[in-house]
């Protein structure tokens, strides 16, 4: 069992930046891949970012690269999304994601076991 708490989300002006953090308790954090999706009213629940257990290998959706910064502190438990550059279309709600058997697609919402309870985000023009 992996439990998730993020914190972080708020409002922000276009062009500034937030940085939501994601702390996990339960199962050795180290051995866990993580992931963070996000989903606007009417949406479909769309990937974001995910970072492997080490660290060391990560991925971006296109509509976020260059602009956000997935990393992990395993000594403490969390995983962290650093968004710069923010943009109206930015705005929803973020979620934090834990893949215990780091076997499939990483960019598919099935992939992941456990959920936080997301932040919201947003971003004015």
């Known amino acids: 069992q992996v439990q998730l708490a993020e914190s972080g989300g708020g409002l922000v002006q276009a062009g500034g930046s937030l940085r939501l953090s994601c702390a996990a308790s339960?199962?050795?954090?180290?051995?866990?891949?993580m992931g963070w999706f996000r989903q606007a009213p009417g949406k479909e629940r769309e990937f974001v970012a995910a970072?492997?257990?080490?660290?060391?290998?990560?991925g971006y959706a296109d509509s976020v690269k260059g602009r956000f910064t997935i990393s992990r502190d395993n000594a403490q438990n969390t995983v962290y999304l650093q968004m710069n550059s923010l943009k109206p279309e930015d705005t929803a709600v973020y979620y934090c994601?834990?893949?215990?058997?780091?076997?499939?697609?990483?960019?598919?919402?099935?992939?992941?076991?456990?959920w936080g309870q997301g932040t919201q985000v947003t971003v004015s023009s």
């Open positions: 970072i492997s257990q080490s660290g060391r290998l990560t």
């Open positions: 339960g199962r050795t954090f180290s051995s866990v891949r």
């Open positions: 994601a834990a893949d215990v058997r780091g076997w499939e697609d990483w960019t598919t919402s099935g992939a992941y076991d456990y």
